[in-house]
């Protein structure tokens, strides 16, 4: 669990992030929404510990990050799985080195141990066949996929995803997104998607975090999202046509 | 690696990422010396294959004038110069490309930054040296 308590982050005199303060649960796929420019990434890379925010606190399963020291701090991160934007995968290595890459950093395991243990998380991605293949040879969805594995590879409490599925087309976005909530419930561990696209939130969102201008607009579940009357929440989701006719028929459903 | 977030992946799993992606460059360019101990002997050896093969001088003569002029510490100078220059040239792009921000466009204005300030940074150092140590 991760729990946040008012934190604000500026870069010189502009205030990005101005008191956030929220739960994301363990077990659960706990999304941040928000339009372009409102503090999603800054807020994910300060819960990343890559940005550290001026006030405020932010604690891991009990342990708050501005009262650990260098060391206990690298061992926090070690906990921690991210899959990039872009995926991030190392170029230079394989699919397979790129998922070997934190066992052998962080790891005293056998050549053998690390090859069974990437074998599994590549299995558990639907990658069986790719492990000599560079990243430059494989489709955006297959990165994505490996970007996950590599996240996960060390068994890690917390994920952090920044856009998993942006970039890709509907079909694949869907894949990655239960993907990522089937981990997520199969692992218990908390996790925490930036993200723009309004599939995910309907999908996968079991907590939604709203933001606008560096504030928590609004929090709820993906069920609760329809009923909101919150104005900046239903300009944002409900922005599309189509959405709005969802909503629609969900409201006359109801009744 | 920074446009691509690669660095940000290092840093995300707790690799300190300037000690894994520019600490080896400085160790392998701190084996330039030897390279450049090759290079010496591959030149002189040179110099002797086309001296000798090419009916230029002898073989005892070549040796001789080789010997007359020859200073020690010129030696240990060239090998002074090489580490200052390999520390250079392993440590400025790498500044550069670590802290560079923005996108394609901007990786190729700091190729470019970081040709010019190694540059303009041995030639000084060259002129320092050459007066600290030969002056």
């Known amino acids: ?255 | 690696m920074r446009v691509t977030e690669q660095i940000d992946a290092l840093e995300v799993m707790g690799v300190n990422s300037i000690n894994y992606l520019v600490f080896p460059k400085i160790i392998a360019m701190m084996m330039y010396p030897f390279a450049v101990a090759i290079a010496m002997y591959v030149g002189i050896l040179g110099g002797w294959v086309a001296a000798v093969f090419g009916e230029f001088a002898p073989s005892a003569e070549f040796t001789k004038g080789l010997q007359i002029d020859f200073i020690p510490f010129h030696v240990t100078y060239a090998m002074i110069k090489t580490l200052v220059f390999a520390f250079v040239i392993a440590t400025v792009p790498s500044f550069h490309g670590y802290y560079m921000k923005g996108g394609a466009l901007e990786v190729g204005k700091a190729a470019t930054t970081s040709f010019v300030w190694t540059s303009v940074v041995i030639i000084i150092l060259n002129y320092t040296l050459t007066q600290l140590l030969l002056g």
């Open chain 1, 1 to 255: 669990m991760i729990e946040v308590d008012n934190i604000h982050k500026s870069f010189g005199e502009f205030h990005v992030l101005k008191g956030i303060s929220t739960t994301f649960e363990q077990g659960k796929t706990n999304l941040i929404i928000g339009q372009s420019g409102s503090g999603k990434t800054v807020f994910l890379k300060c819960l990343l510990g890559l940005f550290e925010p001026e006030e405020g606190s932010i604690i891991y399963d009990g342990d708050r990050y501005a009262d650990l020291n260098k060391a206990d701090r690298r061992e926090l991160r070690q906990n921690m799985g991210m899959v990039f934007q872009g995926s991030a995968l190392f170029d230079s290595l394989t699919v397979e080195g790129n998922v070997t890459f934190p066992l052998e950093m962080f790891t005293n395991q056998s050549k053998g141990e690390m090859k069974d243990r990437v074998d599994a998380v590549l299995e558990r991605v639907n990658l069986i066949d790719a492990h000599k293949k560079f990243p430059a040879e494989i489709s955006g969805g297959m990165q994505k996929r490996v970007a996950i594995a590599r996240a996960i590879v060390m068994n890690p409490n917390f994920l952090f995803c920044d856009e998993p599925n942006s970039g890709l087309d509907p079909k694949t976005a869907i894949l990655i997104d239960n993907l990522i909530q089937e981990i997520t419930q199969e692992y218990n561990i908390t996790t925490v998607i930036n993200t723009h696209d309004m599939n995910s939130v309907m999908e996968i969102g079991q907590k939604i975090l709203f933001l606008k201008d560096g504030l928590k607009a609004w929090e709820g579940t993906n069920k609760e999202i329809f009923k909101t009357d919150n104005q900046a929440v239903t300009d944002f989701v409900y922005s599309s046509e189509l959405f709005k006719k969802v909503r629609q028929m969900y409201i006359e459903e109801r009744n």
